[in-house]
């Protein structure tokens, strides 16, 4: 079974980038036909999908960020990670990668607050 760990750091400055990578385990990221995502939840707030990167290394992102979001991935880690430049607090959230192959499979979750 597919799991997803997030790690990055959990406190960024306003204006800076974030950046997270998800660790993959029990597949690998190239394995047809899943989609791997980054997903947010702001505190008292409902969940928002920020974007996506397919096994082939297509990348699609939310309209409303993807001026300042970036994702990528390493295969030979087998991790993807996230990028969101630009933050502010309004940035705060529990960051969640996640996969999809006929199911979802989500990390448990890591929280970044954005704070000077």
């Known amino acids: 079974q597919v799991q997803l760990q997030e790690s990055g750091p959990g406190l960024v400055k306003p204006s800076q980038t974030l950046s997270l990578t998800c660790t993959v385990s029990g597949g690998s990221i190239t394995t047809s036909y899943y989609a791997w995502s980054w997903i947010r939840q702001p505190p008292g707030k409902g969940l928002e999908w920020m974007g996506v990167?397919?096994?082939?290394?297509?990348?699609f992102y939310s309209p409303s960020l993807e001026s300042r979001t970036s994702i990528s991935r390493d295969t030979s880690r087998n991790q993807f990670s996230l990028q969101l430049s630009s933050v502010t607090p309004e940035d705060t959230a529990v960051y969640y990668c996640?996969?999809?192959?006929?199911?979802?499979?989500w990390g448990k979750g890591t929280l970044v607050t954005v704070s000077s």
């Open positions: 990167i397919d096994y082939d290394g297509r990348t």
């Open positions: 996640k996969a999809w192959l006929r199911r979802d499979y």
